[in-house]
């Protein structure tokens, strides 16, 4: 049954999409799919904490086409041209031979006062930037509790990283693996030292075999 959403850029949107979402990883089916990427390039930012269904989507989809297209975007933005028509009808209001100098040429005494103003401003605090990470960890053999081997990596908690959605998904044999996600803030939490000094380390690789990094995207 085809599902409708509208308004995604308004809270009232963003609440049918919430409640759509409780309990799933995704809009159709258990697998990313083209119902996904048409409701993800509707939403234009990830919701907030009031929508944690729809965030945690957003993530996920946002991991998944990080993977598909890694050139680096530039930001593009679109706005209705008639917003600008008033603008530019004032602009052409204006009297060209108007006297009013607006752009004069700039004093030696104006270049040693922007100078001091510029040195007195208090050095701009660089903000850490954030990634969302999805990771496949892979148990020992199809014995392995997969509940236990969730519950330990879970378990693992440090400043800076915050664990998201997982599913398991099967790899062949009876053998199915821990699909998860995470944000971590990138001055804070090292992927490498997470993977190869913590859940590849005792008590955690009682249950797991290997951890890959599927998708790695830029917050």
């Known amino acids: 049954m085809a599902v409708t959403f509208s308004d995604l ?22 697998v990313i799919s083209k119902d996904d990427i048409k409701v993800f390039a509707a939403v234009p ?16 989809i946002a991991a998944a086409t990080a ?13 209705a041209p008639a917003a600008a028509a008033p603008a530019a009808e004032s602009a052409m209001d204006v009297d060209d031979d108007d006297d009013l100098d607006l ?3 700039e004093t030696e005494e104006d270049k040693a006062a922007a100078a001091e103003r510029a040195a007195a401003k ?24 997969m509940k236990k081997l969730e519950e330990s990596v879970r378990s693992v908690q440090m400043e800076g990283l915050t664990w998201g959605a997982s599913k398991l998904v099967a790899v062949g044999y009876g053998i199915k693996k821990l699909q998860i996600m995470m944000t971590i803030i990138d ?11 913590v859940l590849q380390e005792p008590p955690h690789n009682e249950y797991i075999q290997s951890c890959d990094i599927v998708a790695f995207n830029k917050i």
């Open 122 to 145: 208090p050095a701009k605090k660089k903000e850490s930037g954030k990634s969302s990470v999805l990771m496949d960890i892979k148990p020992w053999d199809d014995e392995t509790d």
């Open 187 to 197: 001055d804070l939490v090292s992927v490498d030292t997470l993977v190869e000094e």
């Open 9 to 30: 850029h308004a809270a009232e949107g963003l609440k049918a999409l919430e409640a759509h979402l409780a309990g799933k990883t995704y809009i159709s089916g258990d």
């Open 67 to 79: 993977s598909r297209f890694p050139g680096k975007a530039a930001g593009v933005s679109a706005s």
């Open 103 to 105: 752009f004069g040429d």
């Open 45 to 60: 930012t990830k919701p907030g904490a009031e929508f944690p269904n729809a965030a945690r989507w957003y993530d996920t």
